[in-house]
């Protein structure tokens, strides 16, 4: 059964370095979503991208975030300089392109600041 | 604001009896009321989708309700088995397809051989 697949699963970091998660999306699908989850905390969105710009995102997403979908493949979520609040876990889905509504997640890459 | 509300005290249930999960939501005008299963350091996994014209949804020993009057969805599962111990999450999609879908803290749901 095809699936979102992310790397790494968890990445341990300095404050102020800047990370790279990378997702790879089922291969039909046609919207991209980022979101994240603190420990004990609710899933939070982050960030949706079609067509290869964003559509939609939130106040979470400020200027140390960026997506790309470089090579039609890969989508990726780029965190400039990374700060403690940043621990979390990142979690990217996809959708088809139809109105189905599901969500398609990945298993999450777990990111630690220090 | 939008607030999505789930019971988040976990739920315990024995075996074999039907546990019911509730999610509330308030200033919100969702089209799809989705439910997600999540185990620990996993990601949610997709269980149920229900639109806002429809009552009721069933799929094997699941069923959800949706009231838009009361802006309200029940979740129950039928002969609960301790491989259904997980936290549901609640999720809800704005009108217009391919919105962002917004999720509730879920409730964490134990069975209890």
């Known amino acids: 059964e095809p699936e979102v697949t992310q790397t790494p699963s968890h990445q341990v970091t300095q404050m102020g370095q800047e990370v790279i998660l990378r997702c790879v999306p089922i291969s039909n699908h046609l919207y991209f979503y980022w979101y994240r989850q603190i420990l004990g905390q609710k899933v939070e969105f982050l960030v949706s991208f079609y067509n290869n710009e964003i559509s939609e995102k939130s106040e979470i997403f400020d200027d140390q975030f960026s997506v790309e979908r470089p090579d039609g493949s890969n989508f990726t979520l780029k965190i400039r300089s990374t700060k403690l609040e940043d621990s979390a876990m990142y979690f990217c889905a996809s959708q088809p392109g139809t109105s189905t509504g599901e969500l398609f997640f990945g298993e999450g890459s777990r990111l630690t600041v220090l | 604001s939008q607030k999505i509300e789930q019971n988040s005290e976990a739920l315990n249930i024995q075996e074999g009896k039907t546990a019911t999960l509730t999610c509330n939501y308030t200033?919100?005008?969702?089209?799809?009321l989705q439910w997600y299963r999540q185990d620990p350091g996993r990601g949610p996994v997709f269980l149920l989708l229900i639109r806002e014209n429809e009552k009721e949804k069933r799929k094997e020993r699941l069923k959800v309700t949706f009231d838009t009057t009361l802006k309200q969805s029940l979740f129950h599962i039928t002969a609960s088995q301790p491989a259904d111990s997980a936290t549901y999450l609640c999720?809800?999609?704005?009108?217009?397809?391919?919105?962002?879908?917004?999720f509730g803290i879920g409730t964490k749901l134990q069975v209890i051989p």
């Open positions: 999720a809800l999609e704005r009108s217009g397809g391919y919105q962002k879908v917004t």
């Open positions: 200033n919100y005008s969702p089209a799809y």
